[in-house]
């Protein structure tokens, strides 16, 4: 009687339990993508497909803004605390939004990293915004930087999304009275910065002229 040839590649899973194995690796896989993608979804949906969407920017430098004031935000710093934009009135503002994979933002990191050393005595505060990015490796950047000043990470998207942030870096100005004063996309050079936040100390200090 013929016996049945051992199979040299060894037992095989039996089909519906083989099937059953690929599509939970499919689905994990998956999962984080649908939810990347219902994310940006529901920020161009919500802003009309005209804000919240990120890619690359075909616009460099500083852009106009319209005058106003500066959205409120609620951020989860790194070591704890919960910061909102308007805790920061009377202060010029610097928001940064950024995120440590990106070659752009690692590259300007140590000059903004030493330009708040030097502006965080005139009434200036930074506030980085880490966004698409992972704790661990923010906190590392932010270790081998040596970056003082106030980072958190944009976890949900929300305040990238209110901001109109298209891609990274993006850097936002706000007055010490609360107002949005100048945008820049991409990154910026010491000279750039200075000079925006001379002028924009040099406002906070004028006081009215007698009429």
């Known amino acids: 009687m013929a016996q ?3 199979d040299p590649a060894g037992p095989h899973l039996p089909r519906t339990r083989a099937i ?4 939970k690796v499919l689905i994990a896989a ?6 990347v993608a219902a994310l940006l979804i ?5 802003t009309g497909g005209k804000q919240g969407r990120p890619g690359v920017n075909d616009v460099f430098g500083e852009v106009s803004v319209i005058a106003a004031p500066a959205k409120d935000f609620q951020l989860q710093t790194l070591d704890g605390r919960t910061l909102r934009l308007s805790d920061l009135r009377g202060k010029v503002v610097m928001v940064d939004f950024w995120a440590s994979w990106w070659n752009p933002c690692r590259v300007e990191s140590p000059m903004l990293a030493e330009a708040y050393d030097y502006w965080r005595e005139r009434g200036v505060e930074f506030v980085g915004i880490s966004i698409w990015d992972q704790r661990p490796a923010v ?3 932010i270790a081998l930087n040596r970056i003082r000043y106030t980072n958190g990470i944009d976890t949900t998207g929300q305040i990238a999304i209110d901001y109109g942030v298209k891609g990274i ?4 100005f706000v007055t010490a009275s609360g107002q949005l004063a100048k945008k820049v996309i991409g990154p910026i050079t010491r000279t750039r ?4 936040l001379d002028a924009l100390t040099l406002r906070a200090l004028a006081t ?3 009429g």
């Open 169 to 172: 870096p993006e850097k936002f």
């Open 193 to 196: 910065l200075d000079a925006i």
């Open 208 to 210: 009215p002229r007698p």
């Open 139 to 141: 906190e590392e950047f």
């Open 42 to 46: 529901w920020g161009t949906t919500r």
């Open 30 to 35: 998956g999962v984080p993508i649908l939810l």
């Open 4 to 6: 049945a040839t051992p």
């Open 20 to 23: 059953s194995q690929r599509t």
